[in-house]
């Protein structure tokens, strides 16, 4: 899977959530995920909320397509109210 980021952006989340916008996009969009529209804005651009698992734990990844994969825009970690919720929603 194509995945990409801003470099900027890839290196904050990697230092301030210990995420890799790149590598931990794939190992959450391999498994088990929820992936809703998010369109709550114009962004200009179709962009997707993914949720899966990375290291066992629930995490949001915003994403569009783009130039034949994906584009990641965010990720965090979900908060436990949040994995509680989501949790039972995703599928294989």
Not at 27 to 54: H, I, K, M, N, P
Request: negative net charge; proline residues 3%.
């Amino acid at each position: 899977m194509k995945v990409t980021s801003d470099p900027a952006k890839r290196e904050n989340t990697l230092r301030e959530r210990d995420l890799d916008l790149e590598v931990d996009s794939v190992e959450a969009f391999s498994g088990r995920t929820l992936t809703l529209l998010d369109d709550r804005f114009d962004y200009g651009e179709e962009r997707f909320q993914t949720y899966g698992l990375v290291r066992d734990r629930l995490v949001m990844v915003v994403w569009t397509p783009r130039d034949g994969g994906r584009h990641v825009i965010s990720m965090r970690h979900c908060h436990e109210k949040e994995a509680r919720k989501v949790l039972p929603h995703l599928t294989s």
